[in-house]
């Protein structure tokens, strides 16, 4: 079925760490996999996406890790920052233009 | 260039009630999703539209309805309100269908919907 899960619902880390958010996925067909990020108020924003053909894909500061073994997608936000703080989705594509959120994980930045 | 413009961004209505919610895509995308955001259920895809066309639909009841025109901004209406129905109600888009192909689905601010 479509379902898409994340193992932590928050997430605590000191400012200038690195965190990493998890999420598992239940659909072994899926063939893109995005990650959002949605601040207080405002709507999901683009931040990552990876194909299945592909295991790991970089960005500026953040790292999406795809294991298609396990159905396990991790994003990874290197030397965190104040403006990070925000509840991330993973999302799964499962048809042309349609996609599967995952519940969100709320970051939280320590100063 | 502007982005995703929703409209209005709150209201609040009674039960039984019906309410229209309109959204404005991005200059030049044709694709128009609608998602529901509540903290129970989180994201959930509504429908989506192309060429004034619904091409996919969720798992929502008929009382959640849609359309295209022929400019791409989009309505949906939401017919004989019941309180379940409070949400945040998303609108994203996209310059083509295939997400895998076009990559980015932008979402607007959203419209905050109280039904009481």
């Known amino acids: 079925g479509e379902s898409v899960g994340l193992h932590l619902p928050t997430l605590s880390v000191q400012e200038g760490d690195n965190s990493i958010i998890n999420c598992a996925y239940s659909?072994?067909?899926?063939?893109?996999f995005i990650w959002y990020k949605q601040e207080s108020g405002k709507g999901p924003q683009f931040i990552i996406d990876?194909?299945?053909?592909?295991d790991k894909r970089q960005g500026q500061r953040v790292t999406v890790l795809l294991n298609k073994t396990v159905k396990h997608l991790s994003l990874q936000i290197a030397a965190t920052q104040p403006g990070d703080s925000a509840v991330y989705f993973c999302?799964?594509?499962?048809?042309?233009?349609?996609?599967?959120f995952g519940q969100g994980t709320r970051l939280t930045i320590n100063p | 260039k502007a982005g995703v413009t929703q409209t209005p961004r709150y209201l609040i209505k009674t039960r039984g009630q019906q309410v229209t919610l309109s959204c404005s895509p991005i200059?030049?995308?044709?694709?128009v999703s609608w998602y529901q955001q509540t903290p129970g259920q989180g994201l959930q895809f509504l429908f989506e539209?192309?060429?004034?066309?619904?091409?996919n639909k969720g798992n929502f009841p008929g009382r959640f309805s849609g359309r295209q025109f022929s400019n791409s901004r989009s309505e949906m209406n939401v017919s004989t309100l019941e309180l379940g129905d409070s949400a945040l109600y998303l609108c994203?888009?996209?310059?083509?269908?295939?997400?895998?192909?076009?990559?980015?689905?932008?979402f607007g601010e959203g419209s905050r919907l109280t039904v009481l």
């Open positions: 994203a888009s996209s310059r083509w269908r295939g997400l895998a192909n076009t990559g980015e689905l932008f």
């Open positions: 659909n072994s067909a899926s063939d893109y």
């Open positions: 990876i194909r299945s053909n592909m």
């Open positions: 999302a799964e594509k499962v048809g042309a233009q349609k996609l599967v």
């Open positions: 200059s030049g995308h044709r694709s």
């Open positions: 539209y192309f060429s004034e066309t619904q091409r």
